[in-house]
């Protein structure tokens, strides 16, 4: 019965995107918003309802589908600031100002997180886009 309704709650979930073309949020429907996060959370440490293989597949295949609605477009700010200023200085930043330390831990971050698979970097697009930058980038690292 538990594994029904969260096969429901997956397909309203789907069914509610499809239809308004944004994810779940708290001001349109707080109750597929929580449900959505604590998927989320749970598929990132491996609990509760992602213990079970299939449904892990299940929740990693949704969030391919979907990923669209789950970009984050502060990750891809920073990411193009981290590759603007590679490309004008020609170095990593480094700690030296209040901007160059909040792009170097950036960097170290998503380094950590990609390594973890955490955080956002369970997203493959967000891999994959981390996987192009380090390969254009590699002489930096």
């Known amino acids: 019965m538990v594994q029904d309704t969260w096969y429901t ?3 309203e979930t789907k069914t509610f995107m499809d239809i308004n073309h944004v994810r779940p949020l708290c001001s349109n429907t707080k109750r597929l918003n929580r ?5 989320h959370y749970n598929y ?4 509760r309802s992602m213990i079970s293989p299939d449904r892990r597949q ?3 295949e949704f969030m391919t589908d979907y990923s669209n609605y789950f970009i984050d477009d502060t990750w891809n700010n920073r990411l193009e600031d981290v590759k603007t200023y590679m490309d004008i ?4 930043p480094i700690h030296a100002t209040p901007e160059t330390i909040r792009l ?3 960097i170290h971050h998503q380094q950590q997180n ?3 698979r955490k955080y956002s970097m369970v997203l493959l697009n967000r891999r994959e886009a981390w996987e192009t930058f380090m390969a254009n ?3 930096y690292f």
């Open 44 to 47: 990132i440490n491996r609990a």
């Open 104 to 106: 170097d831990l950036w």
């Open 89 to 92: 200085h020609h170095v990593r």
């Open 9 to 11: 709650m997956l397909e």
């Open 35 to 39: 449900w959505v996060t604590i998927q």
């Open 114 to 116: 990609y390594k973890n």
């Open 137 to 139: 980038y590699i002489n």
């Open 58 to 60: 299940t929740w990693n």
